[in-house]
């Protein structure tokens, strides 16, 4: 029945809600098979990995993006949310299958300071929060200063849960490539077109 369904300019229908049920509970059972691969301290800190993930992704993606467009063509937050959870997901295979990403310290320098750039352009360009004091946005969607000040802070606990989770399972990789690591994608998500007042080039 489902595959008559048409795809294009539809809202959630009960085969979409069907299918997502069934791809939650395949990421759900991937992360639980490697988590049944880690021992006791590894097994912690995956924990705390993926409640600061997750704590971080929220905010990031309900406080940082611009709403529209971006809201309407990917199935709401929660169709955010799964889509990072899944790149998530293959990094991590990536990972066990030996893939571990390669930096230097000339390369953590770079990366710090091209995060540096970027937060502070935001900030800079963000409305100042006491204009709209009761939402984590400003009229139009746009992020505060104060939501993405919120969100650097989750980003910085996740950052640290990554790199102690990866450091006690990958101990050939240094804690610097990994805070290089996931200090590159932070910038990335400051760098997101959809970090605009309108979502224009999202």
């Known amino acids: 029945m489902c595959g008559y369904v048409a795809p294009l300019g539809r809202m959630l229908t009960e085969c979409d809600l069907i299918s997502t049920e069934l791809k939650d509970q395949d990421r759900e059972a991937a992360f639980a098979a490697i988590k049944r ?16 993930l997750r704590a971080y992704f929220e905010a990031h993606d309900s ?15 929660d169709g955010i949310h799964r889509e990072r959870e899944d790149a998530f997901l293959a990094a991590l295979r990536a990972f066990e299958a030996g893939q571990v990403p390669q930096s230097t310290p000339a390369d953590f320098a770079a990366t710090e300071k091209a995060l540096n750039a970027a937060y502070a352009k935001v900030i800079a360009a963000a409305p100042d929060a006491e204009a709209n004091p009761t939402q984590g946005h400003q009229s139009g ?4 200063r104060a939501s993405i000040r919120a969100t650097e802070r989750l980003w ?19 804690r610097e490539t990994w805070l290089t690591y996931v200090t590159k994608q932070r910038a990335a998500d400051l760098s997101d077109p959809c970090f605009t007042d309108d979502g224009a080039n999202c």
């Open 141 to 144: 969607d746009a992020p505060t």
């Open 156 to 174: 910085l606990i996740y950052r640290d849960a990554f790199a102690t989770f990866a450091t006690l399972r990958y101990p050939g990789t240094t």
């Open 63 to 77: 406080n940082e993006i611009s709403v529209m467009p971006h809201f309407l063509f990917s199935g709401g937050w």
């Open 37 to 52: 691969t880690l021992s006791s301290a590894q097994q912690q800190a995956f924990d705390r990995l993926l409640a600061a």
